[in-house]
């Protein structure tokens, strides 16, 4: 049963939508309806006026949607020559509420009421030339009760029509409005996946910049380790001081590499696989800090970390903005700073915000090789800026250069509620942008 029904409807849409595609088929029907009235009643045979007359009111409705103010003017004066040819009403005078309600339902306002009160004047001159004469007073009320007739049937077909007007209007403006959600969610999902790509392209940018800052530092380290080594003159015992610094200057190279290859590999797959909905927020944060010093003072830079204040129940997005500047620091501090530099890490929690600074006291600033405005500076400040906070970096007075980030905790924790815990991996970050070289 419910199978019919189905295929009924699907029927029935077929056919709405075989009429809309033709326009003009409603009204070649309505025409040849009146045509069928007008040759079945008889009315009108009786000579060439009462033809020309019933053509008149007849033929034109086929153009009744397309121009009703013109098709009612035509109407009209076939009425006007019926009221001098004949002295009663024709089948065919049903065509005036068809005009009516043409002009109400596809017309403008202006030619609705146009339209209708040229009706309700026809209604009262029909009425005028077609009531019987038995006195005034009959007369006026035999007028009354037909044009009141008249102009009720004239009412009804106005306000169908009118009806049929504003429901389209209605249907048109929900379709609009449709339309304009469609293009807001297009347009909004085109933002959230070029915003998702940034933070993804920032997050590679994280680990592999710094990741190639490590490995190229310890394989400078491991060559000249491993050239002091050959530089023995033969049958002299190998220097195995040098040996063991370039085997552990290939460990370190290898663990990076590792690492570096696992998250990169872990962001390819979100790129991959849309539809996974995979985590992609790094895992670091503060807690991770001391893993990253050792890893920079295993390559070969002096690096202090000091750390002021509770920051162990830090809000997500602000400990991983925190450990992301430290890391785009020291990397730049291995890039930049030069052969023996030594970097001072700190960072002091207050109740309101984190103060991350990191300074080095290497001869980089001076080279002339950067200008304080690479892609590193301006990831740090979309990610910092993003919490409401700042970032400064730019070379100290005397020697070397400095990084400050200010980040607003009590703002962060407002908006990504309570802090969560740090041992579920899986919970994904509220934000995440990156930094890059400076």
């Not at 103010?69 to 001098?84: E, H, N, Y």
């Not at 043409?102 to 029909?126: D, E, P, Q, Y």
């Not at 009141?148 to 389209?168: E, I, Q």
Request: aromatic share 4%; proline share 4%; glycine share 10%.
């Amino acid at each position: 049963m419910s199978d019919t029904l189905q295929a009924a409807r699907e029927q029935a849409a077929d056919l709405a939508r075989g009429l809309r595609s033709r326009a003009w088929l409603p009204d070649a029907a309505v025409v040849a309806a009146f045509l069928l009235l007008y040759l079945v009643t008889g009315v009108g045979w009786d000579g060439p006026g009462r033809t020309v007359v019933s053509l008149l009111q007849i033929v034109p409705l086929f153009w009744r949607r397309r121009h009703p103010m013109t098709v009612a003017a035509v109407v009209a004066a076939g009425c006007l020559l019926q009221l001098l040819l004949s002295d009663g009403p024709m089948p065919t005078n049903i065509a005036v509420l068809v005009v009516v309600y043409s002009a109400a339902a596809f017309g403008s306002r202006r030619t609705a009421r146009a339209v209708l009160a040229l009706a309700v004047a026809g209604a009262l001159l029909g009425a005028l030339r077609w009531s019987a004469y038995f006195g005034l007073g009959s007369y006026i009320g035999i007028v009354t009760v037909q044009t009141v007739f008249m102009v009720c049937f004239v009412g009804v077909a106005w306000a169908l029509g009118d009806v049929m007007r504003r429901r389209r209007e209605v249907v048109a403006r929900l379709q609009e409005q449709n339309r304009a959600l469609a293009r807001d969610q297009a347009q909004r999902s085109r933002l959230a996946a070029q915003d998702e790509r940034a933070s993804i392209a920032r997050e590679m940018h994280d680990v592999v910049a710094h990741s190639l800052a490590v490995v190229v530092v310890q394989a400078d380290g491991g060559l000249y380790a491993a050239r002091q080594a050959l530089a023995k003159e033969p049958g002299m015992a190998a220097d195995r001081a040098a040996l063991e610094r370039a085997a552990g200057t290939l460990e370190t190279l290898a663990e990076t590499a590792r690492t570096s290859l696992a998250d990169t590999r872990r962001l390819v797959g979100v790129l991959r696989d849309t539809g996974s909905g995979a985590e992609y927020a790094p895992l670091e944060g503060v807690g991770h800090l001391e893993e990253l010093v050792e890893r920079v003072r295993g390559s070969g830079v002096d690096v202090e970390a000091h750390v002021r204040g509770e920051v162990a129940a830090l809000p997500r997005d602000v400990d991983l903005a925190a450990y992301r500047v430290v890391q785009e620091a020291l990397t730049n501090a291995m890039k930049h700073a030069g052969p023996g530099a030594s970097v001072d890490v700190d960072l002091l929690r207050t109740p309101e915000v984190l103060l991350v600074r990191v300074t080095d006291d290497g001869d980089g600033a001076t080279q002339g090789d950067h200008d304080g405005e690479g892609n590193g500076l301006i990831g740090m400040r979309e990610r910092v800026e993003v919490l409401g906070g700042s970032v400064s970096a730019g070379p100290r007075t005397r020697r070397g250069w400095e990084v400050v980030a200010t980040l607003p905790v009590v703002r962060a924790s407002a908006e990504a509620g309570p802090p969560r815990d740090r041992s579920d991996v899986a919970e994904p970050a509220a934000r995440h942008t990156s930094g890059g070289t400076r």
